[in-house]
Each structure stands twice: as structure tokens, then as C-alpha cells.
């Protein structure tokens, strides 16, 4: 199973100067897989996501891609290997509009003009409200748009692997189930993905795999449904008993 893994991560240490975030962590992501890493405030899940997507350096342990051991490639050659990260706080270039925003995340092809027209078509399609707003200033829509905008903006990379960053973070109720239901429709057209959540219930709804992360270390891991019924995970993340 392991040498099939579009990512391996083996024993993963991240430093913040003497804060160990990330204390020696192992995981996989298999194509068409949508995984799964849920955990508290401070837990190391965004320090996670910036290792992956070349923004934190390991201190020690391996990133493997596709076989590749790409621990030390910087971010920016990350991207083109197939890795494209939707960031916490989303993180949209605000003084430039929708297309513009779109255009961007697909700064490393070398595809025509008309290529990328069409592949804009298709996130409108799959985001209609970015069609409606496609000329306006980014940071002038709302935090869901914004979101919806960082998740297209993402995809516009053609990656290999999604990496999303807390969707849900400060998000009404209901745009939140909007977002999950996005990422229920990318399920299912096979796009791999690596979400990082707070939200445990709604992560583990939708996840196919599932990792439990806590100070920095792996506690828990299995199929989502089964960590979303396990009551221990219950009475930590679920609040209920
Ligand atoms: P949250 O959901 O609150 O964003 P998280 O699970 O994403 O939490 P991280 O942001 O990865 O957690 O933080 C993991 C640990 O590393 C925490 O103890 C945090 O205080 C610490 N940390 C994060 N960034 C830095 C930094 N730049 N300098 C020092 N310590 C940091």
C-alpha cells in the first residue's frame, strides 16, 4: 500500500526555534483519496501544511511526492510537481479581481492564453458565484467567496494533491456546509486531498482517512466514519459523550 502513496510523510519534525511543533509524524495520501487531519488549537496542523507546501523547513524526518523526496525543495518547486495549498485565512490577493486571482494560481504553466480561459470557464462552472464576481476586487467579497476563491485559485494549478487549510475557519454555519458540499463534489471527481480542520465533525464526515494530530503527534488514525463514531474522539472534538 505504502509504495503506491502519492505522499509520504515519515517521522516529520518542525522547530519553531526551541516550540516543537510537529514532534515525529508519519501519514499517507493515496490518489482519490480525501484525508483527513483533525486537531485543537495549536496542534501543528497549519505547521503541517507549510512543511508540505515548502513554506516551514523540516527539521528532520522525509516528504516523499510520487517517490520523490522533496524534504528540501523549496515551496516554489513544490507547486509544479503537482502540490498547490488553499491557505489558512485563505490569503487572496485582495487588490486584484476574481480572474485575476485565478490567473495566478496557475502562474507555473506553460499552457496558451486560451488554455486558461477554459480552465477559468470550468471554475465558474464548479463556482458560479466567482463567474458573478468576476471582476471584482477580491478582498471585497465575502469571507465564503473569499474562500470559494482560494479553493478555485488553488485548482487553477492543476494539482496532484489539494491542500486545504482550514476551509471552515470563521465561517457561518450555513457557508460552511457550502464549503464541505465543495468539497464533496471535488470528492467525487477523484481530486486528492489533504484537509486540515477544526470542524472534526463535518472533516470526518467527508473524509475518507482519517489522523488525530495533538502537540504534535499522531494519536489516533483510521477510516473517517469510524474515528467520527469512537467515543473518545466524541467527547474531545464532537462534544458529546
Ligand atoms: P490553529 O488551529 O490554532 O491554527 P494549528 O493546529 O494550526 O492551530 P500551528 O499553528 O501549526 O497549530 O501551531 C503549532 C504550535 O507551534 C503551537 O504551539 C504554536 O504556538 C507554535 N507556533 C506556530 N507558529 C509559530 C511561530 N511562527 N513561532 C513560534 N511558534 C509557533
Known amino acids: 500500500m505504502s509504495e503506491k502513496a502519492l505522499l509520504k510523510v515519515n517521522d516529520l519534525q518542525v522547530n519553531y526555534g526551541a516550540v516543537q511543533a510537529l514532534r515525529g509524524i508519519s501519514l499517507e495520501v493515496h490518489a482519490g483519496e480525501v484525508v483527513t487531519m483533525i486537531g485543537g488549537n495549536g496542534a501543528g496542523k497549519s505547521t503541517l501544511m507549510k512543511a508540505l507546501?515548502?513554506?516551514?523547513?523540516?527539521?528532520?524526518?522525509?516528504?516523499?511526492?510520487?517517490?520523490?523526496?522533496?524534504?528540501?525543495?523549496?515551496?516554489?518547486?513544490?507547486?509544479?510537481?503537482?502540490?498547490?495549498?488553499?491557505?489558512?485565512?485563505?490569503?487572496?490577493?485582495?487588490?486584484?479581481t476574481v480572474r485575476d486571482n485565478l490567473?495566478?494560481?496557475?502562474?507555473?504553466?506553460?499552457?496558451?492564453r486560451q488554455a486558461l480561459d477554459e480552465d477559468i470557464e470550468a471554475q465558474f462552472d464548479a463556482f458560479p458565484r466567482l463567474r458573478e464576481r468576476q471582476?471584482?476586487?477580491?478582498?471585497?467579497?465575502?469571507?465564503?467567496?473569499?474562500?470559494?476563491?482560494?479553493?478555485?485559485?488553488?485548482?487553477?494549478?492543476?494539482?496532484?494533491?489539494?491542500?486545504?487549510?482550514?476551509?471552515?475557519?470563521?465561517?457561518?454555519?450555513?457557508?460552511?456546509?457550502?464549503?464541505f458540499?465543495?468539497?464533496?463534489?471535488?470528492?467525487?471527481?477523484?481530486?486528492?486531498?489533504?484537509?486540515?480542520?477544526?470542524?472534526?465533525?463535518?472533516?470526518?464526515?467527508?473524509?475518507?482517512?482519517a489522523y488525530v494530530l495533538e502537540t504534535g503527534r499522531i494519536t489516533m488514525q483510521g477510516a473517517g466514519r469510524e474515528l467520527r463514531a469512537d467515543p473518545k474522539i466524541r467527547a474531545a472534538y464532537l462534544g458529546s459523550h
Open 181 to 209: 458540499a465543495i468539497i464533496r463534489g471535488l470528492q467525487q471527481k477523484e481530486v486528492t486531498i489533504l484537509l486540515v480542520e477544526q470542524m472534526a465533525n463535518q472533516a470526518l464526515a467527508v473524509a475518507d482517512r
Open 103 to 112: 490567473m495566478l494560481g496557475a502562474y507555473h504553466r506553460k499552457v496558451s
Open 53 to 96: 507546501s515548502g513554506l516551514e523547513p523540516a527539521a528532520t524526518g522525509s516528504i516523499l511526492f510520487e517517490g520523490q523526496d522533496i524534504t528540501r525543495l523549496p515551496g516554489h518547486l513544490r507547486v509544479p510537481l503537482g502540490i498547490a495549498q488553499s491557505p489558512e485565512g485563505r490569503q487572496v490577493f485582495a487588490d486584484q
Open 135 to 179: 471582476d471584482q476586487m477580491a478582498g471585497t467579497m465575502s469571507g465564503g467567496e473569499q474562500q470559494m476563491l482560494a479553493i478555485a485559485r488553488a485548482l487553477m494549478a492543476k494539482p496532484k494533491l489539494l491542500l486545504l487549510d482550514e476551509p471552515s475557519l470563521g465561517l457561518a454555519p450555513l457557508i460552511v456546509k457550502e464549503i
